[in-house]
């Protein structure tokens, strides 16, 4: 099988990582529509290989990415965002089932910051800068930002951030919620990297199944998702890995996972 080209990122794997770089850079990786195409492409394919177990997503030293697109969006009117059904193909990102890290580093604003929490874990370099400044666009956030913003980092600062468009930097990112952890810009990629791979290195059943089960929080009643729970977890006795991996517990020694 050929390998596809993309224009606007650069795909690679290795050691059960996926990973998506943008590669905008005159444009600070803002997300036009063939950006978002690919970006949205080469993620669907790791995801259905059943040897990626976590896919990285980054962007450059400068920018994890600048928003959508402003110069392809100014001149479109609103039956053409309609028909086209602008941002509606991030609901396939969204939708992934491998687990995506995402490496943060310069600015993550507008479509940037929504791309962020859309990923799992999201790992920030000190210098990240995020922000929803859409409202001094005169618009409002359109890839998900008022709706995860507001549950990941609570009503007081999504409302903040997406009224004022200020940024927030990596350390107050982190307080609010959105990020998982901020290290050293230096060390963004090395740290990327391995919490990916330490994730790829997991029964991918299991990991793909956590997923889905911590992100049906935002979605279901308390009871209903403690069910959810409990099945989920009663389904991976289904699996050869839940055998291998409790095996390997009591001899005492590494599991050596199967995905299945
Ligand atoms: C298109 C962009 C862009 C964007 C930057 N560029 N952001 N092009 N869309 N979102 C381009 C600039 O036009 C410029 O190209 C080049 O990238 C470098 O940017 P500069 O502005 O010269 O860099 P700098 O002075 O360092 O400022 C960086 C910045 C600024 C603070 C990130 O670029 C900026 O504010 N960008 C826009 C951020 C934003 O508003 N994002 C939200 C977009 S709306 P040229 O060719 O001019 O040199 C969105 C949500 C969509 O994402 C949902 C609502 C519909």
Known sequence: MTEPTYATIKVSSAKRVGRIQLNRPAALNALDERTMDEVVAAATAFDADDSV?????????????????????????AAEMRAADWFRRWEDFAALRTPVVAAVSGYALGGGCELALMADVVIAGSGATFGQPEINLGVIPGMGG????????????AMDMILTGRHVDAAEAERMGMVSRVVEDGELEAEAKTV?????????????VAKETVAAAFETPLQQGLLLERRQFHALFSTEDQAEGMAAFQEKRKPRWQHR
């Open 146 to 157: 008022s709706q995860r913003l507001a549950r990941s980092a609570g009503k007081a600062k």
């Open 196 to 208: 990916a791979e330490l994730i790829a290195s997991k029964s991918k059943p299991a990991t793909q």
């Open 53 to 77: 177990g976590a896919i990285l997503l980054a962007g450059s030293q400068k920018a994890f990415a600048a928003g959508a697109d402003i110069k392809e969006m100014v001149d479109k009117s």
